[in-house]
């Protein structure tokens, strides 16, 4: 399996760092009376700081490794739940930006909603074209497992290959 654990780990922390200081900009700008956004904006974005917290601390390498299955079940639903959160968000934020443009019209034309989009198709795309296919595993010692997919056609890159 192709894995790049260093740049994901990496654009995780940025990512993560990133939306805190968003959502300290926003808090910000909600207590000085601006009214910039929406405070539903507000509340949805401390739902996704609370999201990436549980991650990141669940990936801590200590509690990775003791609590590897929560670590899992966490990665992988609170990731599900942030990208649904970040996209209530967005659409949130784009409908109090909006103007006198239709909420439909907003959103067609809004940059962050096109890039989401072009985020949102390579994670959910895996999940999408997962089959149930005979396996054989093997295990020469208590730290290897050698997977053979025994299935007709070959996997797309980043995917287990069979040998």
């Given at each position: ?97 909006r103007g006198y443009d239709s909420l439909v019209r907003a959103l067609l034309t ?15 795309l895996p999940w999408l074209q997962l089959r149930k296919v005979p396996a054989t ?27």
């Open positions: 399996m192709y894995h790049f654990g260093g740049a994901h780990v990496g654009v995780a922390m940025a990512g993560t760092l990133w939306n805190l200081l968003f959502v300290g900009a926003l808090t910000y700008e909600e207590v000085q009376g601006h009214h910039s956004v929406s405070i539903g904006n507000v509340i949805v974005s401390y739902a996704s700081v609370a999201l990436f917290g549980i991650i990141v601390i669940m990936a801590s390498p200590s509690l990775r490794t003791s609590a590897h299955n929560s670590f899992e079940m966490t990665h992988r639903f609170c990731g599900w739940a942030a990208v649904v959160v970040i996209w209530a968000n967005t659409v949130l934020f784009v409908s109090s930006q809004a940059p962050p909603i096109w890039l989401l989009l072009v985020i949102t198709t390579p994670i959910a595993i093997e295990r020469p010692s208590t730290h290897v497992s050698l997977v053979a997919l025994h299935h007709w056609g070959r996997p797309s890159s980043g995917q287990i290959r069979a040998t």
